[in-house]
């Protein structure tokens, strides 16, 4: 049992790993007031919709991600003392609180707002152990708000529990929790049916950087030849056949398998799009590391531990700098578009445009490149390539109201405001809460139309200020 004195170094290590994420810089305004996922995580939306109302300092936000990590390494810890009587729990509660693998999960804000359901989760389980089972549910109930992947949790234990007699009790949980994660899916049913293909793809990259974090970045391209992802697939298959066989007689195996389920259900139930939480298949993976080397030379378990911590407060650091942070993410996603996107605006100019206009060659037919690559020609004060580019959007996607807003920013360019007033009205015809655009209006000296839009206080208080300097 770890000696409850312990649990809050495991805790202050997990901040102090990943404390660079408390200077990372505050998010910019949005174009748009903020969807918030209330249908399939009412629980993180909730957390997000209060951050939004209050907004705090930038510095808030990440350190409550911190106080998160902080407390589920505590509550991992204090579980694995229950379950491990052994070094493998000081080496997995270690492992899991330093883990680079961490670091998106706590910068990325609808990430981090899923972190209370791995705390709850954790709760759960302690309630199970000790023979609380309507609290378990209770806590089980909590997690399953803040992220729906938490549901296939009962079935893992259930998996775990082989030959046990807690194994009967699961069942009827893992019933319910299959049934609550496919009713899950079905929200995401369509990006489910898109992306399936490269689950494989997924999942041994993640296996892999599990174990060799590295080359860790933002949106990565899981994208491959429809032969390689059906390799993958294969692969992905064995390893749980592999793992399925061995939990028969080996711990490892079954956390192997725990581990592998985790991985499909935050895949097919992302907590962003394109970005699954990583935090809840840490739980069954650092299991897995502790086991394997529980019996190697402390000696070596602990250099690996050295370099991960390394590792995480490297990564932790770059994501302070985030054109460093986006030019890793094109360097290893060389033929995805949203890092180039993502990167063109902390770029001068001429880069940007460089970098944009080898996407356009790319991808020629995207309307966002273009209004990208429109926008660069404006920081560049070459409005009338920016015009080409706008139009060019628009013959795309005419409907594109940031292609219409980026148009009118063209025409004041050029000095044709009545063109410019055309435009934007255009634009929130088919945006109303197109802040850029209302923005624009008000500076022109327009009045912007009523619109039922919930912006959050900030874009409020930017509105505000364009409508009183007018």
């Known amino acids: 049992m770890v000696a409850l004195r312990f649990l809050p170094a495991f805790a202050a290590l997990a901040a102090l790993v990943f404390l660079p994420l408390a200077g990372m810089p505050g998010p910019g305004l949005p174009d748009l007031p903020p969807q918030y996922g209330w249908l399939g995580r009412p629980g993180a939306a909730a957390l997000l919709w209060?951050?939004?109302?209050?907004?705090?300092?930038?510095?808030?936000?990440?350190a409550l991600a911190l106080a998160l990590h902080a407390c589920n390494s505590a509550l991992f810890a204090a579980l694995l003392g229950r379950l491990f009587p052994s070094r493998a729990l000081w080496l997995a509660s270690l492992f899991y609180a330093v883990h680079p693998l961490q670091?998106?999960?706590?910068?990325?804000?609808?990430?981090?707002?899923?972190?209370?359901?791995?705390?709850?989760?954790?709760?759960?389980?302690?309630?199970?152990?000790?023979?609380?089972?309507?609290?378990?549910?209770?806590?089980?109930?909590?997690?399953?708000?803040?992220?729906?992947?938490?549901?296939?949790?009962?079935?893992?234990?259930?998996?775990?529990?082989?030959?046990?007699?807690?194994?009967?009790?699961?069942?009827?949980?893992?019933?319910?929790?299959?049934?609550?994660?496919?009713?899950?899916?079905?929200?995401?049913?369509?990006?489910?049916?898109?992306?399936?293909?490269?689950?494989?793809?997924?999942?041994?990259?993640?296996?892999?950087?599990?174990?060799?974090?590295?080359?860790?970045?933002?949106?990565?391209?899981?994208?491959?030849?429809?032969?390689?992802?059906?390799?993958?697939?294969?692969?992905?298959?064995?390893?749980?056949?592999?793992?399925?066989?061995?939990?028969?007689?080996?711990?490892?195996?079954?956390?192997?398998?725990?581990?592998?389920?985790?991985?499909?259900?935050?895949?097919?139930?992302?907590?962003?799009?394109?970005?699954?939480?990583?935090?809840?298949?840490?739980?069954?993976?650092?299991?897995?590391?502790?086991?394997?080397?529980e019996q190697a030379d402390i000696r070596l378990a602990g250099v690996y531990a050295a370099v991960l911590a390394a590792l995480a407060f490297s990564g932790a650091r770059q994501w302070r700098d985030p054109a460093s942070l986006w030019m890793d993410a094109v360097r290893l996603a060389p033929d995805s578009v949203a890092p180039r996107l993502a990167l063109a605006p902390r770029l001068p100019p001429a880069q940007a445009l460089e970098l944009l206009l080898e996407a356009q060659a790319r991808r020629p037919s995207d309307p966002a490149i273009a209004v990208a690559t429109g926008s660069a020609f404006l920081r560049a004060q070459r409005p009338h390539e920016a015009m080409a580019e706008f139009d060019r959007a628009l013959s795309l996607a005419p409907r594109d109201h940031q292609a219409l807003a980026g148009?009118?920013?063209?025409?004041?360019?050029?000095?044709?405001?009545?063109?410019?007033?055309?435009?934007?009205?255009?634009?929130?015809?088919?945006?109303?809460?197109?802040?850029?655009a209302r923005i624009a209006l008000a500076r022109l000296g327009e009045t912007p139309p009523e619109?039922?839009?919930?912006?959050?206080?900030?874009?409020?208080?930017?509105?505000?200020?364009?409508?009183?300097?007018?």
């Open 451 to 470: 619109a039922p839009c919930h912006f959050t206080r900030a874009q409020r208080r930017a509105l505000e200020a364009a409508t009183s300097g007018r």
């Open 50 to 62: 209060l951050i939004d109302a209050a907004d705090p300092s930038p510095w808030v936000p990440p």
């Open 103 to 293: 670091t998106e999960s706590l910068a990325v804000a609808r990430l981090a707002a899923a972190l209370p359901g791995v705390a709850f989760t954790l709760a759960a389980m302690h309630a199970h152990l000790g023979g609380q089972k309507r609290r378990a549910l209770a806590w089980g109930a909590l997690a399953v708000l803040f992220e729906p992947a938490t549901a296939i949790i009962p079935l893992v234990f259930w998996t775990l529990a082989r030959g046990t007699p807690a194994r009967k009790p699961l069942l009827r949980l893992s019933a319910a929790g299959g049934m609550l994660w496919i009713a899950a899916l079905a929200a995401s049913q369509a990006r489910a049916v898109a992306e399936w293909p490269w689950f494989g793809i997924f999942a041994l990259r993640a296996l892999f950087q599990f174990f060799f974090p590295l080359g860790l970045a933002p949106a990565p391209d899981l994208h491959a030849a429809p032969w390689q992802a059906a390799l993958a697939a294969l692969a992905v298959a064995a390893v749980a056949w592999l793992a399925l066989t061995a939990g028969r007689r080996a711990p490892a195996g079954a956390w192997l398998l725990a581990a592998i389920a985790l991985l499909a259900s935050v895949y097919f139930l992302p907590a962003a799009p394109s970005q699954p939480l990583m935090a809840l298949p840490l739980l069954a993976l650092t299991a897995v590391a502790a086991l394997m080397l």
């Open 407 to 436: 148009r009118a920013a063209a025409w004041l360019a050029l000095h044709r405001a009545d063109a410019a007033l055309g435009d934007l009205r255009l634009a929130l015809k088919i945006e109303p809460c197109s802040l850029e």
